[in-house]
């Protein structure tokens, strides 16, 4: 992501800034605390980031389609949706019927393309932080 990439350009402009006008000496004790910085940035830069883009990302269960997969991931204020229909439900293991659908996310909102599954093109969803709330009275919970 930007933030490693910042943080590793910045470790090295650390090594690089300490070169100028040092005594040797001065230059080596320097050059021990910029590998240590070195060492935390190149270390923040290649940590896994478990934070969430945006708060509609995450698994839900969908009471009109039981155990059926809904999964929601974005990007900025675009969102993917990736799902399973039954007939209404679906196995244990969630396999039924695949679909995919784009939406975009405005605050609290998502407006959803469902017209590849027959439905409106922007079908607006609110998340009320439990889950997400349809106009039609469905509620998509959001999965521990």
């Not at 006008?21 to 004790?29: K, R, V």
């Not at 590998?35 to 940035?41: C, D, L």
């Not at 679906?90 to 959803?112: E, H, R």
């Not at 349809?134 to 959001?142: E, Q, T």
């Amino acid at each position: 992501t930007m933030f490693r990439l910042l943080c590793l350009l910045a470790a090295v402009s650390c090594q690089a800034v300490i070169a100028w006008n040092t005594s040797p000496l001065e230059f080596l004790n320097k050059a021990k605390m910029a590998g240590a910085a070195a060492t935390v940035a190149a270390t923040l830069a290649t940590a896994p980031l478990d934070v969430k883009a945006s708060i509609f990302d995450g698994s839900y269960s969908d009471p009109n389609h039981p155990n059926c997969i809904r999964e929601i991931t974005s990007e900025g204020p675009v969102a993917k949706l990736f799902g399973t229909d039954g007939n209404p439900g679906c196995p244990a293991d969630g396999s039924g019927n695949k679909w995919q659908l784009t939406g975009k996310i405005s605050g609290k909102n998502i407006f959803v393309d469902f017209s590849p599954k027959g439905g409106p093109k922007d079908l607006k969803g609110f998340f009320d932080g439990s889950g997400i709330e349809w106009p039609d009275g469905n509620k998509w919970s959001l999965k521990e």
